[in-house]
């Protein structure tokens, strides 16, 4: 299959990658496109951004979580009916995860450019530099050949005659200059202890945040030369991911609420869609504002986000606290992943919360992030014991006990971590459940089986 792309990169992070593919997907949807947003890595915070621009979810592509033969797959089911795609790397363009099980290299934004087979667009601050950029770009252009470096963004450039000097450099580099974005402060998103603010957070905000970014990518990126760029991406060999094709559907079609608004805004689009073919009528619930689950819910999944921001309007929605906790109590399969950890602990920060698991949770200084190979320790209702998953983390919190007394996970070199209680499977280990389909169908499972046989009837 071909779609039309570009991976945007750079030389390392806070370059304004995000501010540039931001601005760029809104400008290519300005002018009547249709804009498939994708983000290299397990970061969920920067793809809102794109997907705002672009009207449509913001998918994320990373091997380490969903395995390398699955990237081109889940692409173009990504960018299903779209135009042009556009990739926002992670990281600097050759960085990838540190772990023992795989190469360097591995899961960075250079490797998932060659498994797309696309072009690379690399986004230079050029703040603090001149004729270097030339050199720069020069040794980005050639550290591998695998990667083809189809063009360069100079980003926040000081003036004219900054930019004619950074232009006349990069034309013995060899790499064509598709752009200069100027310095911009007003343009800055707000950011606190784990990066942007969430696009779905900021409502108003954010939509004139992206608006205004494309206006800028728009003036001061040849749009016309981007594209041209991006049809050189050869043919994918590849069919788009299929989810129906990963589960079996389980009969009686549960309803399963999954956790949403501010609160909880780091997830998957693909967490949805493989429920949904498992055989699960999924729903959203809001914790901020919904005072109760939606009427038969079966099971509920609460994945990742700002609960601590929120902590004293969550621990006020004292009926939705309690509601949830009748459902664990009655069995019915729950399944949290960080912020859905603290939000069913005793309490956060001193807040009450839904005290589903006897824990404290609290923030801390201290940020925890990386990559994680984890095993099941238990059986439960999202795997049995045994089960080898990829995943990462990502917090500033701690919870007191770390593990329970049947845990949910165990890491070599590391001590048990999470809980299994019951019918709740609550961590802090994100996962892409598209790289562990199995998970959603012995969820939805799990969740059918809990259905008392006339409530069955009855949702018929």
């Known amino acids: ?206 939509l004139a945040t992206v608006r205004r970014l494309g206006e800028v990518v728009a003036g001061g990126v040849e749009l016309d030369a981007v594209l041209r760029l991006a049809r050189t991406a050869p043919d994918l060999d590849a069919a788009p991911w299929d989810p129906a094709a990963e589960v079996t559907p389980v009969p009686g079609r549960p309803r399963v609420a999954v956790a949403g608004g501010p609160a909880f805004t780091f997830g998957y689009a693909e967490h949805a869609e493989l429920l949904a073919a498992a055989g699960a009528e999924v729903v959203t619930v809001d914790p901020l504002r919904d005072e109760a689950l939606p009427e038969g819910t079966a099971g509920l999944v609460v994945g990742g986000g700002f609960p601590e921001v929120y902590a004293d309007q969550l621990s006020a929605n004292t009926t939705l606290r309690a509601d949830i906790a009748a459902l664990a109590a009655r069995g019915g399969p729950v399944a949290a992943e960080c912020a859905g950890l603290l939000y069913l602990s005793r309490e956060l920060d001193g807040s009450p919360m839904c005290g589903v698991l006897d824990v404290a949770t609290a923030m801390t200084p201290r940020l925890t992030l990386g990559y994680r190979a984890a095993v099941a320790l238990t059986d439960s209702v999202l795997a049995p014991a045994g089960t080898r998953v990829r995943g990462h983390e990502f917090h500033r919190t701690h919870a007191l006990p770390a593990a329970g007394p049947t845990p949910a996970w165990g890491r070599a070199g590391a001590g048990p971590e999470g809980f299994v209680a019951g019918s709740v499977h609550a961590s802090y280990l994100h996962l892409h459940w598209a790289g562990s389909p199995a998970l959603a169908e012995r969820f939805v499972a799990a969740c059918a089986a809990a259905v008392p046989e006339r409530a069955r009837h009855a949702h018929r």
């Open 1 to 206: 299959m071909s779609v039309p792309r570009v991976v945007v990169a750079a030389p390392s992070s806070n370059a304004g990658k995000t501010s540039v593919t931001t601005g760029l997907v809104a400008a290519l949807t300005a002018r009547g496109l249709a804009v498939s947003p994708h983000k290299v890595g397990p970061d969920y915070i920067d793809p809102g951004y794109a997907g705002l621009a672009a009207g449509r979810p913001g998918r994320n592509l990373d091997p380490w979580l969903a395995g390398e033969e699955r990237i081109a797959p889940l692409f173009l089911h990504g960018a299903r009916g779209a135009d042009v795609a556009v990739v926002e790397g992670v990281m600097g363009l050759f960085d990838g995860a540190t772990h023992p099980e795989v190469e360097p290299g591995y899961a960075s934004t250079a490797h998932v450019a060659r498994l797309l087979r696309a072009p690379v667009v690399l986004v230079v601050d050029a703040s603090s530099q001149a004729r270097s950029v030339a050199a720069l770009v020069h040794g980005f252009a050639t550290f591998d050949p695998s990667v083809r470096l189809g063009g360069v963004v100079l980003n926040r450039v000081g003036s004219d005659r900054h930019e004619a000097i950074l232009r006349e450099a990069l034309d013995a580099a060899g790499v064509p200059v598709l752009g200069a974005v100027r310095r911009l402060a007003e343009l800055g998103t707000p950011s606190r202890h784990l990066g942007l603010v969430p696009a779905a957070e900021r409502s108003a905000e954010a």
